[in-house]
């Protein structure tokens, strides 16, 4: 009895906090969009100037924006986005270099693998050119000991994060961080990029792109090792193309990372050893190699079986990223603040429950239907 009036008193304890957070959040946001962007002095210039040089050197391609968010969360573990922007930037660095590899190039023309690799890079260097100032923003605050977002509106970021930047000074409520960072990604990309009419018709609405869903080949993996043995776990991504659905992709990637502090560490040992490249084989060197083995033939021959490379197989091709694509030049996107409903502050708090299942397996059956795939257009060619 006393156990079940315990939880009940910190559930009750943990509402009246969050009614408390949501009305100072929306005070905030209030009076963020009514306050107009005051001039800056010598010394606030200067910090900007700074942040935006720093920025423009980090954000060449995305090895350098993967390995950039892993150096500030090391830094500022507190940041707990930082190593969630990790990870899911290198999986959008691989996803990139399967557009070389063995599988996706056999399937895709070369038009739609550079319109893929487009679309990728773009989203990429847009979120890190928006979330990475905030990130050497904090580092300025914490560097002075004084809050500095009221220049997040001369970076160009959403009256949103201001807010919940000084929230999370005075609070330092780290999820709430997190589940906003995810929220203003998304909603930053989403009509620049995923509803982008180029795009659209190159990407998003093309048979090759609904392809990837149903062989639920685009997963988003977090590596880890027990023993010098890898291991995966992670989430396959669907309806890329719902706001919503990607945000929640996020918390629950999130939850997956973050849910048990021995994993935890594992996830950043691994990040630790092994330096992003954009190659699989970085995670997964007995399936995957960076150099092309044997000599290529029209008619591709299947090698994964039963969740493994098959005895005396060809390890699969997965290049270097810096290797098989340029560095790209990006226009700069218009500044509009995409924040509109204060109703969105409640998605904040929102809770997510993950299955955990052997990732693994089911990733290795993804690429034997790949393969399959792969193989008959070899036929028909």
């Known amino acids: 009895m006393f156990l ?20 100072e959040l929306v005070t905030l946001l209030k009076k963020n969009k009514q306050d107009s962007i005051n001039e800056l002095d010598l010394d606030e210039q200067q910090i900007l ?24 969360y090391l830094k500022y573990p507190q940041v707990h986005w930082a190593l969630l922007a990790h990870f899911v930037s290198r999986n959008a660095g691989w996803n990139m270099t399967d557009l070389k590899g063995d599988l996706l190039s056999k399937i895709l023309s070369e038009a739609e693998q550079n319109a893929f690799f ?28 004084k809050p500095l977002f009221h220049l997040l509106s001369h970076l160009g970021v959403s009256s949103f994060m201001q807010a919940v930047w000084s929230i999370f000074w005075k609070k330092k409520q780290s999820q709430i961080l997190t589940h906003a960072l995810i929220i203003n990604e998304q909603n930053y990309i989403e009509k620049r990029v995923v509803q982008n ?29 027990t023993h ?25 990637l999130y939850t997956l990372l973050y849910e048990n502090p021995s994993q935890l560490r594992s996830f950043v040992k691994w990040a630790n050893q092994h330096p992003h490249t954009g190659s699989r084989s970085d995670y997964w060197r007995n399936v995957y190699c960076v150099v092309q083995e044997g000599i290529p033939t029209k008619t591709y021959k299947p090698r994964i079986a039963d969740g493994h490379l098959k005895s005396g197989e060809k390890k699969l091709f ?5 290797h098989v694509w340029k560095d790209t030049s990006h226009k700069k996107p218009g500044v509009e603040d995409w924040f509109k409903n204060e109703g969105i502050v409640k998605m904040l708090f929102k809770e997510m429950n993950v299955k ?9 059956k ?3 239907r790949l393969e399959l795939a792969v193989a008959a257009k070899s036929l028909l060619s």
């Not at 990429?124 to 605050?141: G, K, M, R, V």
Request: overall charge positive; charged content about 25%.
């Open 4 to 23: 079940i009036y315990k939880w009940r008193r910190k559930s009750l304890k943990s509402s009246i906090t969050r009614r408390k957070l949501k009305k």
């Open 49 to 72: 100037e700074k942040i935006i040089q720093q920025t423009t050197a980090c954000n060449l391609n995305n090895v350098t924006r993967t390995n950039a968010y892993l150096a500030f």
């Open 118 to 145: 487009q679309f990728m890079e773009r989203a990429n260097w847009l979120i890190f050119q928006d979330a990475y100032p905030q990130l050497l923003l904090y580092e300025e605050s914490v560097r002075q000991s």
């Open 197 to 225: 009419p180029i795009f659209k018709e190159e990407v998003t609405s093309t048979l090759e792109f609904k392809l990837q869903d149903v062989f639920a080949f685009n997963y988003i993996l977090f590596p880890y090792q």
């Open 228 to 252: 010098g043995i890898s291991q995966l776990k992670g989430l396959v991504v669907h309806l890329f193309t719902k706001l919503n659905q990607r945000i929640e992709l996020g918390f629950k």
């Open 318 to 322: 997965s290049p270097v990223l810096v």
């Open 356 to 364: 955990d299942h052997n990732v693994k397996l089911a990733y290795m």
């Open 366 to 368: 993804s690429l034997e």
